[in-house]
């Protein structure tokens, strides 16, 4: 296992960060414990997870994944020096979350509270903000027009994200936290925390993680180049695409059990035609190089410059495993232009 900064944070993570989400919806805690085992036996030294999992998220399902990893911590108290553990507050737009309201300054105080009862910790090691309160392009809505930015009260967000902060400070000198990050923002997010965090004398936005894959590379190359020059880690979620590009629902089909035949807040978004053919095209490179797709997937992200660390999950223990190896798999010139060349013909097939 390989190991790299976590931004400026002084803590080094494992190129492979073990996700949860499906931990107490499609995983038990007897699934949770054999993962937690099989990927710390294994070199991983980070966790990530959110108040919102387990996903689907459902009022029912609200809290359910930190409460797995609580119970599995409860039994290995010894072990949470091990790795570095990483959840996040919701933003708005779920009623049972908060009345659905905006992250608050007094949001973040109470849910980092009720984040440390559920995992039965002392302290969270990477406190992340799982989606901005302004509307931002992720969740399908990148295509331009979708959303404006222009008619953006900047300055009233600006002062949202300075309470933010503040409350966050107000966490990690009393010891809860130790570092923040943001996940499904952008560029002008990143850079917006960085001034007010040095206009202010506040901590630093250690990380941002960001849906990357083959199949929906947005943020290559403006936001990851941003992410090199200011020391904030990037975190690729859903490498796979939400699975498609294991190949499992080429053509339509819907294993048994599996994420696509349940219903999604956002809908199907990723089942496009485009996205059938180009896993279909990756499917082909991976089997003439002796690798699963998802194993290319995970590769070609691990190889992307400015990439920290790739969060993968799995609802098998062989899943996880066929996942991880694919970290000790290289792509040669061959292999990657291949990749590349389907990727052209797909940039952005949803």
């Not at 923002?185 to 506040?202: A, F, K, P, Q, V």
Request: glycine share 8%; hydrophobic share 35%; net charge negative.
């Amino acid at each position: 296992m390989k190991y790299v900064p976590l931004g400026r944070t002084g803590l080094d993570v494992s190129r492979v960060c073990l996700g949860t989400m499906t931990w107490g919806t499609q995983n038990t805690q007897a699934d949770a414990d054999i993962q937690l085992d099989y990927a710390l036996a294994n070199g991983v030294n980070f966790i990530d997870t959110a108040e919102m999992y387990s996903v689907p998220p459902t009022p029912e399902s609200y809290g359910k994944t930190e409460t797995i990893i609580g119970d599995w911590l409860s039994r290995n108290p010894s072990r949470r020096e091990e790795f570095v553990l990483a959840t996040k507050i919701a933003g708005p737009g779920l009623p049972y979350i908060r009345g659905g309201g905006p992250i608050t300054g007094e949001g973040v105080i109470t849910a980092v509270d009720e984040s440390l009862k559920r995992l039965q910790t002392d302290y969270i090691d990477l406190y992340q903000l799982h989606w901005p309160n302004r509307v931002s392009p992720h969740f399908a809505k990148h295509f331009p027009g979708h959303i404006t930015f222009s008619d953006v009260d900047r300055k009233a967000h600006s002062e949202q994200m300075l309470e933010i902060l503040q409350a966050i400070d107000t966490c990690i000198k009393a010891g809860k936290i130790r570092h923040y990050g943001l996940s499904d923002d952008t560029t002008w997010g990143i850079n917006e925390y960085i001034r007010l965090s040095d206009e202010h004398d506040l901590p630093r936005v250690a990380s941002i993680q960001n849906e990357f894959s083959l199949l929906h590379a947005k943020d290559w190359p403006y936001l990851i180049e941003n992410c090199v020059h200011e020391d904030v880690a990037y975190l690729p979620w859903s490498p796979l695409a939400a699975g498609a590009l294991t190949g499992k629902y080429i053509d339509g089909a819907r294993p048994q059990g599996s994420r696509w035949g349940m219903e999604h807040r956002h809908g199907l978004f990723r089942d496009t035609e485009h996205v059938n053919n180009a896993v279909k095209g990756y499917a082909d490179v991976a089997k003439k190089y002796g690798m699963t797709p998802a194993q290319l997937a995970l590769a070609w992200c691990d190889r992307v410059d400015g990439v920290t660390s790739t969060i993968i999950g799995a609802t098998s223990l062989d899943q996880l495993k066929e996942d991880m190896d694919a970290f000790d798999m290289l792509l040669n010139d061959d292999a990657m232009a291949e990749i590349m060349s389907v990727f052209r013909e797909y940039p952005v097939p949803f």
